[in-house]
């Protein structure tokens, strides 16, 4: 047990390696260089597949025209599309020129899809051939001047085939070289209206550090490279990662660098579809695959009935409240592959916690502890603070989860930050969990999420836990609503399985949770509302407060 540990502070230890000046796109110029020949990256579904030799010659002829247009270090250019053959250009090419980056979700309500670029201004937005006419009308309302390019054909803007022209620039063409890797490379975005929408400012040293940090402790094959420091993890070098994560997405964009740094190739669709991902895998053979946790469950329910996948080595998932059964249906699926639970956070660069899968016995430690997330990644120490008191807890007792890293954010874009950390300088998660004796970490949900009755704090899975366990319940959730003397009351919000809709009254379904429940507090008082659907995020989390504050608004 270290200092930190028995103080009830977590801490992983020191980092195994600090990038040194050059940037991402330096590092990303000579990676590409480096494995010419190879496949850098197989399209879910297309089937096409792409080299590192093309890669670097699109990315170049983007650069020179990013240099032509006089594209500045303080100009954003902006991905809004999925996965596909060129989402990967944007990228690398704004890296190699020095300019900021950022990618956001084109799928998000059109509302907050101008508020994000409104925001942000982005001098080029680059988007799919089927966003055109919609884009041609959101360009009239933009307050600044953007150029759209378009991967695909398009009458009103430039088309990317347009790009990628020969120069004789490519010849000698040379990346920038980033003398100081404290500056932003990346702007990281979530979706949201005004009040929580945000862009995360991450580090050229923070991006490049910690996808290391990452795959030394979740993927280990192959070796990575940088230009000041090579380390091996195992002679395999047919490195094949699938995921479905867009590149706004921090998963999306380090599984994608990983590979790049590793020699690798990404498998990457644009949407998840469960027969069309396991499909792949049986066509691909991807040694590692990460889905959020509803993604793998939807996944598991649909391979179910069909012969098992015995190829897969490690299944990444996001931290949840894995049960048992969510372990065995994977291990029906997958015999041979190892299910690891992972925990992070864009602000803190990605992944915070997990098992160690270089790390001999680690891989059955998870099997053992499997709603674990394991322990703090090297680089990162983790205290867990009471909600209501605002102490320090020791093993097994709940509160918000804390850390401090080398990797943090530089701040959230044209946004103060520093409501986001504490007195001390720990950054405040916003997640509840706790550690055990063995100072494993396990994540339950979102501080925000808590039910505040008469002066204590509990948690909505309390409930939820058993209103699933009604046999009309497809699924549900449990939040805080407004009373005027006890703070809040549990309401019930849930999808009735289609064979009871119209024969189930809520007031049943709250009197068999009310009577399982022990302990009167855990109640629910406020009601329940029996919906169609669930708002969810794209990995298929519920979007709890856009819901509850639409219910309380009488608008869901």
């Known amino acids: 047990m270290t200092e930190f540990e028995s103080s009830n502070?977590?801490?992983?230890?020191?980092?195994?390696?600090e990038p040194t000046s050059g940037g991402?796109?330096?590092?990303?110029?000579?990676?590409?260089?480096?494995?010419?020949?190879?496949i850098v990256q197989r399209i879910v579904p297309t089937g096409e597949v792409d080299y590192y030799e093309d890669l670097l010659q699109r990315s170049i002829r983007t650069a020179i025209y990013f240099r032509k247009i006089n594209l500045k270090r303080e100009d954003i250019v902006c991905l809004c599309c999925g996965n596909n053959f060129n989402s990967l250009d944007p990228l690398i090419a704004s890296k190699f020129v020095g300019s900021n980056y950022t990618s956001i979700d084109k799928l998000q309500p059109e509302k907050d899809l101008l508020y994000i670029l409104n925001f942000l201004e982005p001098r080029i937005i680059f988007i799919e051939e089927d966003d055109d006419?919609?884009?041609?009308?959101?360009?009239?309302?933009?307050?600044?001047?953007?150029?759209?390019?378009?991967?695909?054909?398009?009458?009103?803007?430039?088309?990317?085939?347009?790009?990628?022209?020969?120069?004789?620039?490519?010849?000698?063409f040379r990346p920038i070289f980033i003398e100081d890797i404290s500056e932003t490379a990346i702007v990281f975005t979530s979706s949201g209206t005004t009040d929580n929408a945000k862009g995360i400012c991450l580090s050229h040293y923070s991006v490049l550090g910690h996808i290391f940090n990452v795959f030394n402790a979740s993927y280990h094959r192959g070796t990575m490279r940088f230009s000041n420091f090579?380390?091996?993890?195992?002679?395999?070098?047919?490195?094949?990662?699938?995921?479905?994560?867009?590149?706004?997405?921090?998963?999306?964009?380090?599984?994608?660098?990983g590979m790049i740094f590793s020699g690798g190739s990404r498998v990457v669709g644009s949407s998840f579809n469960a027969e069309e991902v396991w499909n792949a895998l049986?066509?691909?053979?991807?040694?590692?695959?990460?889905?959020?946790?509803?993604q793998m469950s939807a996944l598991c329910r649909y391979a179910s009935n069909r012969p098992p996948n015995t190829f897969l080595e490690i299944f990444l998932t996001s931290a949840v409240r894995m049960t048992e059964t969510h372990v065995q249906k994977f291990k029906k699926c997958f015999p041979k592959g190892h299910l690891l639970q992972c925990y992070g956070q864009t602000e803190n660069s990605g992944l915070i916690a997990s098992f160690h899968i270089g790390i001999p016995g680690d891989l059955k430690l998870q099997e053992i502890y499997s709603t674990s997330c394991g322990r703090p990644l090297t680089g990162f120490?983790?205290?867990?603070?009471?909600?209501?008191?605002?102490?320090?807890?020791g093993p097994m007792e709940q509160g918000e989860v804390m850390m401090k890293n080398k990797f943090i954010m530089n701040g959230y874009f044209k946004k103060d930050s520093s409501f986001a950390f504490d007195a001390d300088g720990w950054f405040k998660s916003g997640d509840l969990g706790y550690f055990d004796e063995n100072h494993f970490l396990y994540i339950l949900e979102r501080v925000d999420d808590l039910i505040y009755y008469k002066n204590q704090f509990f948690s909505p899975s309390i409930i939820e836990n058993i209103l699933t366990q009604h046999p009309a319940v497809l699924e549900g959730f449990v939040f805080g609503y407004p009373h005027p003397t006890d703070k809040q009351h549990p309401m019930?919000?849930?999808?009735?399985?289609?064979?009871?809709?119209?024969?189930?009254?809520?007031?049943?379904?709250?009197?068999?949770?009310?009577e399982k429940i022990t302990d009167d507090m855990y109640k629910i008082r406020a009601g329940i509302k029996i919906v169609d659907k669930l708002l969810k995020t794209q990995s298929s989390k519920f979007k709890r407060i856009p819901m509850r504050r639409l219910i309380l608004a009488g608008e869901f």
Not at 231 to 256: E, N, R, V
Not at 386 to 393: F, L, P, R, Y
Request: net charge negative; with cysteine.
């Open 133 to 172: 006419l919609k884009f041609q009308e959101y360009s009239k309302q933009f307050p600044f001047e953007c150029e759209i390019i378009v991967f695909g054909k398009s009458n009103a803007f430039t088309n990317f085939s347009q790009l990628m022209t020969y120069s004789d620039e490519e010849v000698d």
């Open 24 to 38: 991402l796109g330096y590092e990303i110029f000579h990676a590409l260089n480096r494995y010419k020949g190879k």
């Open 381 to 393: 120490q983790i205290k867990i603070v009471s909600v209501d008191k605002g102490i320090i807890c």
């Open 230 to 257: 090579t380390h091996k993890f195992s002679d395999a070098d047919d490195l094949k990662f699938m995921f479905f994560s867009p590149m706004y997405w921090i998963t999306g964009t380090y599984f994608s660098l």
């Open 282 to 294: 049986e066509k691909y053979l991807p040694d590692t695959i990460f889905l959020p946790s509803g």
């Open 9 to 17: 502070i977590l801490d992983g230890g020191k980092l195994l390696f």
């Open 492 to 514: 019930a919000v849930v999808v009735l399985k289609e064979e009871f809709k119209n024969k189930v009254q809520g007031d049943e379904i709250i009197s068999f949770v009310n």
